[in-house]
């Protein structure tokens, strides 16, 4: 069985190589830059593939002989359409790393194409959304009834470069939710709220996450809404922030922010990384106004990415998924999460 890795020299995409390499996998490594993949590629002993994915035939032939992609080149706004047009031509199962909403609403409207090809399309297995749609399966199994769900993450640490120009690229955008079924944007007085992730109260923003998207598939519940953690420097920053909202939803401004953003951010240190804990909150709600809570402690959001998202890749590989669009707690049940080395039910 093999597995194709996309974006493989980028932070995200090195530590998932390197770890698929220590697992005993041997992946093809593949990604657009061909000096930094024969790098990547020497120090790992693996094969490699140079493509870019501009052109259609040549991204449909280079994934033809391999049995999983497993993409990690974000935003994937721009490469989630091409690798998937690919896998579903050629009968090749789909996972990515992704938590952008759009992208997510993208490949569910591709269900009936996948499931009709026989492949398995599983995005978002790395830190958004495994944690949070593990909790979201696990509050529907607690409360049948539910009828609204809220998601949420309060997570040590920075960001590499690929998530915060992931981040740019959705500044200024309008805070959706799910309301009745649909995306809506979320009224003003729903955005904000304080949570007890884990480790004390603290402020909260409503952010339009993947699981706006996930979570729904996972339990039918119509209305989700997904808070992040706000670190008090951050909190003081939004506000200040407000007036200048328009300027940032303007291309000149985001172009420049993203220019900063490639040229300065690092990911973080296997040293930090180590240090790194994250909280993952979710609360269901009945009609009859019953209320559960599920609280999840994990390791670093990329170190759970990694471990998360090879072991999604190999039960892909092995047949344990179903073909068509699919989510993690969808595919693998609530209990998924638990493969990762330092996950703990904190409610249990
Ligand atoms: N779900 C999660 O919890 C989670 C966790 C980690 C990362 N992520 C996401 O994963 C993505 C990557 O993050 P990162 O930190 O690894 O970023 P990174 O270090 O900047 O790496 C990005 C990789 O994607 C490639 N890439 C970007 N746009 C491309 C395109 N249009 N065509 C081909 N290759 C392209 C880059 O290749 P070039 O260098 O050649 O541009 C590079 O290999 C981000 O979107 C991030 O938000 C999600």
């Known amino acids: 069985m093999t597995l194709l890795v996309y974006g493989a020299y980028g ?35 693996c094969s490699v593939r140079e493509f870019d994915l501009s052109i259609p035939e040549a991204v449909t ?20 359409a091409p690798l998937v047009d690919a896998c579903v031509e050629t009968g090749t199962d789909y996972l990515d790393v992704t ?20 492949v398995t399309l599983l995005p978002g297995v790395g830190f958004d959304v495994v944690p949070t749609d593990c909790v979201a399966a696990a509050l529907l199994d607690r409360l049948p009834d539910a009828t609204a769900l809220a998601l949420g993450f309060d997570a040590d640490g920075d960001v590499s470069r690929g998530t915060a120009r992931t981040a740019v690229r959705g500044l200024g955008e309008t805070v959706v939710a799910r309301r009745g079924g649909a995306l809506v944007s979320l009224p003003t007085d729903e955005r904000e709220r304080r ?21 729904a598939h996972t339990t039918g519940v119509g209305d989700v809404t997904v808070y992040a953690a706000l ?15 328009p300027l940032l939803r303007t291309r000149p401004v985001r172009w420049l922010l993203d220019r900063v953003v490639a040229a300065r951010v690092e990911g973080p240190t296997a040293a930090e990384r180590a240090a790194n804990r994250a909280f993952v909150w979710g609360e269901a709600r009945t009609d009859a106004g019953e209320v559960a809570v599920e609280r999840l402690r994990t390791p670093d959001p990329y170190d759970l990415t990694v471990e998360a998202s090879l072991a999604a890749a190999e039960r892909v590989l092995a047949g344990d998924a179903p073909s068509g669009f699919t989510t993690p707690a969808g595919a693998f049940g609530s209990s998924f999460v638990d493969v990762v080395d330092g996950v703990t039910w904190l409610d249990r």
Do not use: Q
Not at 62 to 79: E, M
Not at 99 to 118: K, M
């Open 231 to 245: 670190p008090p420097r951050v909190a003081r920053l939004r506000r200040l922030a407000r007036p200048v909202g």
């Open 195 to 215: 949570i007890d992730f884990g480790r004390g109260e603290r402020p909260a923003a409503a952010v339009p996450w993947g699981d706006l998207v996930t979570a």
């Open 61 to 80: 032939e280079t994934v033809r002989d391999v049995d999983a992609v497993l993409n990690c080149a974000g935003p994937f706004a721009s490469t989630a």
């Open 11 to 45: 932070y995200t995409g090195a530590l998932v190589s390197r770890a698929a390499v220590d697992r005993g996998t041997d992946p093809i490594l593949a990604g657009r830059d061909g000096d930094a993949l024969r790098e990547l590629g020497r120090d790992l002993r």
């Open 99 to 118: 938590g952008e909403f759009r992208v997510f609403e993208a490949l569910a409207a591709r269900d009936a194409e996948a499931t009709a090809a026989d």
